[in-house]
């Protein structure tokens, strides 16, 4: 009418769209859209497999969770159970193998930082990832002495130096 031309939606630059960068939606199969997603999230069912208890989850027993048919990840430090929105992934179930039993943060933020995951995943939640310990002084010194080790080849035993070792000073 006005020669304008009609807008398209999602933008072509859009991150919604496919790029040809090789990221593919797949085509689900019949009642497995976002809505279908949304209803079972909504339906009370139990889609962590923990009747309701959150967990503290290690880096050892999330590497067990990486088959499609008990899928665990992580995307910035929250544990997820995955396992029944493989389906409805736009992008596909090999997609999210892709960081199955792993942190998934980067991969995830590299193909859509944009999506509300924290919504989409909520009745997911398996839990938050365990903090490393950090080993204190003591438990290093402990450490240190019981292997007693050459350290750079500069003590032949713990605490002690070598006798022929001779002052060195820098050059000129």
């Not at 997911?124 to 490393?132: D, P, Q, R, T, Y």
Request: hydrophobic fraction near 35%; include cysteine; proline fraction near 6%.
């Amino acid at each position: 009418m006005l020669g304008v031309p009609a807008p398209s939606f999602p933008t072509p630059a859009s991150q919604q769209r496919a790029s040809s960068s090789g990221r593919n939606k797949v085509p689900l199969k019949p009642g497995r859209s976002l809505m279908d997603w949304i209803r079972l999230t909504k339906s009370g069912k139990d889609l962590t497999g923990l009747r309701g208890r959150l967990l503290e989850v290690t880096e050892k027993e999330l590497a067990k969770h990486n088959r499609k048919e008990d899928c665990w990840m992580c995307i910035r430090g929250l544990v997820y159970n995955v396992t029944p929105y493989m389906e409805y992934h736009p992008g596909g179930e090999e997609e999210l193998m892709k960081a199955a039993g792993a942190d998934g943060t980067d991969l995830f933020d590299q193909v859509h930082r944009w999506v509300n995951y924290e919504s989409m995943l909520k009745e997911c939640l398996v839990g938050k990832m365990a903090n490393k310990l950090i080993p204190s002084i003591k438990e290093i010194h402990s450490s240190v002495k019981k292997n007693e080790k050459l350290i750079n080849g500069v003590f032949s035993t713990p605490n002690t130096c070598d006798k022929s070792a001779r002052a060195v000073s820098p050059r000129s």
